[in-house]
């Protein structure tokens, strides 16, 4: 259509959901330049001050994802670019997926999967025991929605719950402890639930994991750029780190080496909303705001100021 409204599509594989809302009312765009007002990015790819720059015209980001880490935000605001994110709809799977690497690093899920179709069970016998969830020390590293979701998960089994965000949430049921090192001396288990990006980064620290111990785990569901990995890799390797439990990486889809042959680590390629129901209705969030961005309307996410 001629009138069609210009639109950057910067998700390198757009899902079914979001490219069936983008109808013919809309002209995609895979390289940016004048007249596009609206871009689409993923968490993943992002969208630099380069690409904005190229958008002269550009007036809203839209991103589908609730990690906004690799949108440079600020300069997207101080351009009077409005960044849209997709929070809320996403939170019930990424907590659950928290508690199945919980449960999958506790208790070998995935490893002894392997052990019985590898015919290991038959030539080696039962496996060695390992370790009960129920009852461990669960530490939670950042008390957003995430965050929050996890602990109302893990509530029933857990021992005692405590948790690590910049400032006291008066809400929380749940012990506050403002030190990540302390956090992690405490914990059995920490769950690194935080947002990514310049303020998180290496927040997960080799004194984090060096207190958390060859005893202890981590979970990170959030963002690879919060760990120190190298530090991370050096302590699984060691077994000065009981276990991880990891769907996140500084350099995805590349996972360190190191990591492929533990048996102490679970490792998923960052699946945190990847079901249909979620992705749909991240999609739907997406599209939502950029009609409302269309029509004039307010937006339904915006993010907030860096
Ligand atoms: C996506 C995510 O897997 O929402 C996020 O921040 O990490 C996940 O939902 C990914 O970012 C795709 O955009």
Redesign the pocket.
């Known amino acids: 259509m001629a009138d069609a409204f210009p639109i950057l599509m910067l998700?390198e594989r757009p899902s079914q959901w979001l490219l069936g809302g983008l109808d013919d009312r809309y002209d995609l765009r895979h390289a940016p330049g004048p007249g596009i007002t609206v871009a689409i990015t993923?968490?993943?790819?992002g969208i630099d001050a380069t690409t904005i720059d190229a958008c002269p015209d550009l007036k809203l980001i839209a991103?589908?994802?609730?990690?906004?880490d690799k949108v440079d935000v600020a300069h997207a605001h101080a351009r009077g670019i409005a960044v849209t994110?997709?929070p809320d709809v996403?939170t019930d799977d990424?907590a659950d997926l928290a508690l199945a690497l919980m449960l999958s690093v506790s208790r070998k899920v995935a490893l002894h999967d392997h052990y019985v179709r590898e015919g290991r069970w038959v030539r080696e016998g039962t496996p060695p025991l390992t370790r009960k969830l129920t009852g461990q020390k669960i530490g939670i590293l950042g008390y957003g929605r995430i965050g929050h979701a996890i602990a109302e998960r893990v509530k029933p089994i857990a021992g005692e719950i405590a948790y690590y965000a910049r400032s006291e949430k008066p809400d929380a049921e749940w012990r506050y402890i403002g030190d990540p090192v302390a956090l992690a001396d405490w914990a059995d288990m920490l769950v690194v639930a935080v947002a990514?990006g310049k303020g998180t980064a290496g927040l997960v620290s080799r004194e984090v994991i060096a207190a958390l111990g060859p005893e202890g785990v981590l979970i990170n569901i959030a963002?690879g750029s919060v760990v120190d990995e190298p530090a991370l890799v050096d302590a699984l390797v060691s077994g000065r780190l009981g276990g991880a439990g990891l769907d996140?990486f500084a350099d995805e889809p590349n996972v360190p080496e190191a990591l492929l042959g533990l048996e102490s680590v679970v490792l998923l390629p960052?699946?945190?909303?990847?079901t249909r129901e979620?992705r749909a209705a991240?999609a739907q969030l997406v599209l939502d705001n950029v009609e409302a961005f269309v029509a004039g309307k307010p937006l339904l996410t915006p993010v907030p100021a860096a």
């Open positions: 998700i993923g968490g993943g790819e991103v589908c994802a609730v990690g906004y994110n997709t996403l990424v990514g963002r996140v960052h699946q945190g909303s990847a979620t991240m």
